[in-house]
């Protein structure tokens, strides 16, 4: 089995060779930016809210894969992600480290059906509404969101989260959104 301390140690390394070439831990997609989420708030965060509980976790965008990778360490998992380029470089990175309890599709979530999971996890760069309605409809977990800029408007935070400086809102499908959602 594959340990926290050597997927944090290998995405670290990573990140090193990257920046000394002129990379960088964001990139550009089709659908909007992927910025890396860090190792170590993310590992603290599941064991938080014992991800274990949970049997199918699906990171929305999921980049370079490490949050898909890390859930992995906990639960099955799926990463979702629009660009190639990141789909390739996640299957790689897994194949590398040795994962056997994770997936990456490459695909727009919001064509995806969601009623495989149990729990999701997005770090949004912009509205989720039209994910808010997607969780409407076909979704009965819980939503993690990264950050605070872009929140769910109609969904009930059941925690937040905060570790260093990440904040982790999550969200079930709650009773409240009934009364802004209707039957949409």
């Known amino acids: 089995m594959v340990s ?17 070439k002129g990379g960088h831990s964001y990139r550009q997609t089709e659908k909007g930016i992927w910025i890396s989420s860090q190792s170590c708030e993310v590992f603290d965060l599941f064991c938080k809210i014992r991800l274990e509980q949970f049997k199918h976790f699906a990171d ?44 990456f599709e490459k695909a727009d979530f919001l064509s995806k059906g969601l009623s495989p999971y149990d729990i999701l996890f997005i770090y949004p760069d912009n509205p989720i509404i039209r994910l808010e309605q997607k969780i409407f409809k076909e979704f009965k977990g819980d939503l993690i969101v990264c950050g605070g800029i872009f929140l769910p408007e109609k969904l009930v935070q059941k ?14 499908r709650g009773w409240l959104r009934r009364l802004y959602w209707g039957s949409r």
Do not use: H, M
């Open 60 to 103: 929305l965008g999921s980049g370079d894969g490490r949050v898909a990778i890390i859930a992995s360490l906990f639960t099955k998992s799926t990463g979702i992600e629009c660009d190639e380029e990141l789909v390739k470089r996640s299957i790689e990175i897994k194949e590398k480290l040795g994962v056997q309890n994770v997936w």
């Open 159 to 172: 925690n937040v989260v905060q570790i260093n400086n990440a904040v982790f809102r999550v969200y079930r």
């Open 4 to 20: 926290f301390q050597k997927v944090k140690t290998f995405y670290k390394q990573y990140y090193d060779e990257l920046k000394a």
